[in-house]
T-cell receptor, first 110, second 113 residues
Framework: QQPVQSPQAVILREGEDAVINCSSSKALYSVHWYRQKHGEAPVFLMILLKGGEQKGHEKISASFNEKKQQSSLYLTASQLSYSGTYFC???????????FGTGTSLTVIP | NAGVTQTPKFQVLKTGQSMTLQCAQDMNHEYMSWYRQDPGMGLRLIHYSVGAGITDQGEVPNGYNVSRSTTEDFPLRLLSAAPSQTSVYFCASQRGSSSYEQYFGPGTRLTVT
């Protein structure tokens, strides 16, 4: 039930854009996005709910395709501070359990 | 607000020993969860609780027990530590269902030798 993330890793130069994808085999109720820096705890970025409601970060956007059980995180005009590992987390329609993807390592270089 | 606190930050156990990882939150959140994080595996749910007195198993519950006697505290007990339980453990809390973000504690790095 673990969602699949792609790509596994990406390197960007400052100012470039990136897209991180998250895909599940189950019908989803919600998708969360978190960023984790090395040695630290994950930090919330965005929630997307079935039906279209979104809550989250001002400078980061995301989409949720309910029919395809997919979500994408869009990082535009990347900054050095965007470096870290990005995780999507999903809750299915059928229960309270939450599953995180295996993560996407993003490195922004000057 | 301290948010979510975890103790200890680091722990080394010998195989077969038992211990309790502590987790507390001061945000009056209903939901609390325990995750383990292993390299290349992301975060995997061990146990979770939707309120005081209510707990349920997650994806990888074997070898761990939890209880939730108060809203604030959600301890994780390792019954008989094994090397396979070497990991970083994160506790998280959230206000309600998955419509709300999770707040993570700083983590406990556990090594079982």
């Amino acid at each position: 039930q673990q969602p699949v993330q792609s790509p596994q890793a990406v390197i960007l130069r400052e100012g470039e854009d990136a897209v991180i994808n998250c895909s599940s085999s189950k019908a989803l109720y919600s998708v969360h996005w978190y960023r984790q820096k090395h040695g630290e705890a994950p930090v919330f970025l965005m929630i997307l709910l079935k039906g279209g409601e979104q809550k989250g970060h001002e400078k980061i956007s995301a989409s949720f395709n309910e029919k395809k059980q997919q979500s994408s995180l869009y990082l535009t005009a990347s900054q050095l501070s965007y470096s870290g590992t990005y995780f999507c987390g999903t809750e299915t329609n059928t229960g309270n359990q939450f599953y995180f993807g295996t993560g996407t390592s993003l490195t922004v270089i000057p | 607000n301290a948010g979510v606190t975890q103790t200890p930050k680091f722990q080394v156990l010998k195989t077969g020993q038992s211990m309790t990882l502590q987790c507390a939150q001061d945000m009056n959140h209903e939901y609390m969860s325990w995750y383990r994080q292993d390299p290349g595996m992301g975060l995997r749910l061990i146990h979770y609780s939707v309120g005081a007195g209510i707990t349920d198993q997650g994806e990888v519950p074997n070898g761990y027990n939890v209880s939730r006697s108060t809203t604030e505290d959600f301890p994780l007990r390792l019954l008989s530590a094994a090397p396979s339980q070497t990991s970083v453990y994160f506790c998280a809390s959230q206000r309600g269902s998955s419509s709300y973000e999770q707040y993570f504690g700083p983590g406990t790095r556990l090594t079982v030798t």
